[in-house]
């Protein structure tokens, strides 16, 4: 048999692969999810519930017997559990008695502006992708409303919210719609509700690269405008919505993220600690320099109001990690999150199902595992709770 007889066409391979790929993931998905293949949010024990609303398991208990505020789900043993529907109803009741204003229903006042957060790195496996979703879900579980926009073309981040692109997006439906230079639609036409009280989305998919392709041509026309503002621009027509905005960036420095940087009020760098990691971002932070001084050149305000970098898949046992970690810290300071995200298999389990670890049962998991996970989670999340906190001055 000659060499030709045997060889194939690397393309219709790798189509061939992709189509048999997301054929299993649909099916997956169905399995899944029946009956009707879409995911919905897993009850909260009461306990649960009174962590996320911060009050005692005692004063939700005293409301449920009292007859205020939603009725709970009670199963066998008396236990009480609550949707996150549920929890955001107490949040709206117990506001209206609240000692301040803001300690149920954190978000926006009166003359505070929109926090739009850009979570990026140029080195995939940095979990950029898992940062942006809990903390996506987190900020809408403790009673801000969330925009979650899915700006890389791989859409892990819209895979993990029950959207699958091959199947889902076959006639657009991505942010590229809203931004692109003819017949760009309104922005909330691309919005989706989830499965999360206050959490909507923007899908991704592969057709976000449109913009990357498009961009030099309209420059070459000279209609491209000032394309780095594009994002900002169709974000301004759902302002008064939303709170926050997290944008989950592409792993590489081009037309999408530099809008996205030019739309974003706080960035933050996820970074896992280790040496080639490390000095592939020093590739990174100088060309992300470069282009930002290429944007404010053409009259772009690159003023932040924070920037962070957040260590992820940190091992606390690991001699090497704590090195670099040790040298980020004396490098940069406060600008390196107290909090790091540690490695955990919980989160990579949740995974397999495409879900974070706030869907999962903690009963899924060995209970240390899991609770040593999700404290690690939400304490990166709550800190930079904070920061949009102090960024509106409280």
């Known amino acids: 048999m000659s060499r030709a007889d045997t060889q194939e066409d690397l393309n219709a391979v790798i189509r061939q692969h992709s189509e048999l790929l ?12 029946p009956p ?3 995911k919905s949010m897993r009850k909260f024990t009461s306990g649960e519930a009174a962590a996320l609303l911060g009050v005692n398991d005692s004063y939700l208990r005293k409301l449920h017997l009292d007859g205020k505020g939603p009725s709970p789900e009670v199963s066998s ?9 549920d929890i955001q109803n107490l949040r709206v009741l117990l506001e209206k008695t609240a000692r301040k204003p803001g300690d149920y229903l954190p978000g926006r006042r009166a003359g ?3 926090q739009i957060i850009g979570v990026m790195n140029f080195k995939g496996g940095s979990g950029k992708t898992t940062s942006a979703a809990h903390l996506a879900q987190r900020l809408a579980l403790t009673g801000y409303r969330v925009l979650a926009i899915d700006l890389d073309p791989q859409a892990s981040l819209t895979a993990l919210h029950g959207v699958q692109p091959e199947f889902d997006l076959l006639d657009g439906g991505t942010l590229y719609d809203a931004i692109r230079y003819e017949d760009p639609v309104p922005i909330s036409s691309v919005i989706r509700k989830t499965y999360i009280p206050n959490l909507d989305l923007i899908p991704g998919n592969l057709e976000l ?13 000279g209609n491209a405008g000032l394309f780095f503002f594009r994002v900002k621009e169709v974000l301004a027509q759902v302002d008064e919505q939303y709170d926050v905005v997290v944008i989950d960036c592409p792993p590489q420095l081009g037309f999408l993220t530099m809008s996205a940087l030019s ?6 760098v996820t970074i896992h600690p280790e040496m080639l990691d490390v000095m592939s971002m020093s590739q990174f932070l100088r060309m992300t320099a470069d282009l930002m001084d290429v944007i404010a050149d053409s009259g772009a305000d690159m003023s932040h109001d924070w920037m962070r970098y957040l260590l ?3 091992e606390p046992t690991d001699a090497p990690q704590n090195r670099i970690v040790a040298f980020l810290r004396t490098m940069y300071g406060d600008k390196v999150l107290n909090a790091p995200m540690l490695k955990s298999t919980a989160i990579s389990d949740a995974g397999l199902t495409k879900q974070t670890l706030y869907e999962v ?34």
């Open 112 to 114: 505070d502006h929109l």
């Open 36 to 38: 009707d293949a879409s």
């Open 263 to 268: 739309a974003a009020t706080g960035v933050l």
């Open 77 to 85: 043993g008396n236990r009480r559990h609550y949707s996150a529907e």
């Open 209 to 221: 690269m449109e913009f990357e392709h498009e961009t030099p041509r309209a420059l070459a026309r």
């Open 312 to 314: 992820t898949r940190y």
């Open 361 to 394: 049962e903690r009963s899924a998991f060995t209970r240390t595992t899991y609770d040593r996970a999700i404290e690690s989670l939400n304490a990166v999340n709550d800190e930079i709770a904070q920061l949009i906190q102090k960024t509106w001055g409280r």
């Open 22 to 33: 997301a054929a299993q993931l649909h099916s997956q998905r169905e399995s899944l999810f």
